[in-house]
Every structure is written in structure tokens, then in C-alpha cells.
């Protein structure tokens, strides 16, 4: 329970029964955990902190994490049949992806092939260089095909950082928005907390998520202070990703 007599407020104290939408346990099949027993330390970690269900979200990456049904299939298995053993055996663990939209998504796209965080949500990505030159008319071709974008941390994308009225566009386009918790801190640097601030305070956030890839990251949710502002707007966004993506 938060203490509202406590000159800090913490996230950790508003993760219970958390479902974690976005984050890179699945082991050896891109930049996350790089076992089984990282993968397990991860879960055990983040279960620690009150995350109760995981989407594990592994890359699809034409260039660099080339994953397919079959190499995110056997990493889920092979997580699950060493889960049998720990305590945390039976926690829903439901795989999906991140999609980079590149022209690989896009081949997928037409063929109806992809991992769902739920029902028709599709977490999506761009590169944190320059945004894809046919963005809003992918944004398009992703509705069309029955499925709901959801852009994995938009806060992290700095070129939109002195265009910030361009993230009510893509709102109005039909993106669902999933900020990362750790953008609350410094953890990604002060302008993507900064635009992580704004977006919470324009109500555009739908979504959070850890995005966790390492026990580094886990160490710095557990010691994250929270603003009185963010404390304000947080209860609402952990409960909607709940009621959204829960399978239990």
C-alpha cells in the first residue's frame, strides 16, 4: 500500500497483480534473457515486484532478430518445460512479439501471421533513428486487417520530441499507446522523461509496460520514485492494462 504520508511515493507499491504486455524473457532469441536461467531469474524478479502474468514480447527484426512462429515457439517451450520445476510453474506466461515495421511486417501483415499481445492488439515498433516513411498509411493497413497498433514506448522516439502535437495525430489515426515504466525516471535520459510526462498528462497514454530486458532494469523499477502527478495518473493506466490484457 502506498503511504500518502511518505515523502516518496514508489512504482513498486502499484505493481500488484501487474500483467507485464512488453518485455524480452523468452531466452536466446534477441537482446532480452540470454538462458533458460536468466529467463527464469527475470520472472521470479519481476513476480517479486507484483507482476502476476507476462506477455513475453521477443523482436521481429528483418535485420538484426529475424524471429519466426518456430524460433519463438521452441524458446516457449523450452522456458515452459524448465518452469515445471520452479514455484512459479503455473503463472500465465502467453507469447506475442514486437514487430519493427519494416517491409518484413509489412509481408506479414498481408498474411495475417502475427503474434497478438490479446485478441487483435499488435505491439509495433519503429527505429529510434527516423519513423517509417509510409507510417500513417501502415497505421491504415494494420486497421484494415482487423488488428489494433499498439506503439511500444513513443515517448523513446526523440525526433518526435520537437514535433510533440504529432503524437495526437497518431492518436487520431487509431495508435494504442504503451509508455515504459522506466521513462517515469532518467532511465532512457531527461528528454524521453520529459515526453513521457507529457503524453501521461494528455491522457494518451492507454497502456505501460517494463520492457524489461535484464535484472538491471528490474533493479531500477524496484527503486523508481514516482512525481505526485505521475502517482496521480498511473493507478488508472496499471488498472486499464490489467482489465485489457488479463487472461485470468
Known amino acids: 500500500m502506498i503511504s500518502f ?3 516518496k511515493y514508489f512504482l513498486k507499491d502499484l505493481l500488484e497483480d501487474f500483467v507485464d504486455i512488453h518485455n524480452h524473457i523468452l531466452p536466446g532469441i534477441d537482446d532480452g534473457a540470454k538462458t533458460v536461467e536468466e529467463a527464469l531469474n527475470l520472472i521470479n524478479e519481476l513476480n517479486d515486484l507484483g507482476v502476476t502474468e507476462f506477455i513475453p514480447t521477443p523482436h521481429i527484426m528483418q535485420d538484426f532478430y529475424p524471429n519466426t512462429d518456430e524460433t519463438i515457439g521452441n524458446a516457449y517451450q523450452q522456458l515452459l518445460k524448465n518452469l515445471k520445476t520452479n514455484p512459479l ?3 500465465p506466461i502467453n507469447p506475442a512479439a514486437e514487430y519493427m515495421l519494416d517491409n518484413n511486417f509489412e509481408k506479414l501483415l498481408e498474411n495475417k501471421n502475427l503474434f497478438t499481445l490479446k485478441k487483435n492488439y499488435v505491439l509495433v515498433e519503429m527505429s529510434y ?25 513513443p515517448e ?9 502535437e ?19 525516471g532518467e532511465h532512457y535520459g531527461k528528454s524521453v522523461q520529459k515526453t513521457a510526462n507529457y503524453l501521461i498528462n494528455e491522457n494518451l497514454i492507454d497502456f505501460v509496460a517494463t520492457d524489461t530486458h535484464n535484472e538491471t532494469h528490474i533493479k531500477k523499477l524496484s527503486s523508481l520514485s514516482l512525481s505526485k502527478n505521475q502517482i496521480k495518473f498511473l493507478p488508472n493506466l496499471i488498472d486499464n492494462t490489467k482489465n485489457t490484457f488479463s487472461v485470468t
Open 5 to 7: 504520508f511518505s515523502k
Open 166 to 184: 504529432y503524437y495526437k495525430k497518431l492518436k487520431q489515426l487509431g495508435c494504442f499507446f504503451q509508455l515504459n515504466l522506466l521513462s517515469l
Open 129 to 153: 533513428f527516423q519513423p517509417p516513411i509510409n507510417l500513417e498509411n501502415l497505421i491504415f493497413k494494420i486497421k484494415t486487417k482487423g488488428y489494433l497498433p499498439v506503439l511500444a514506448h
Open 89 to 91: 510453474g503455473s503463472i
Open 156 to 164: 523513446r522516439y526523440s525526433f518526435y520530441h520537437n514535433k510533440i
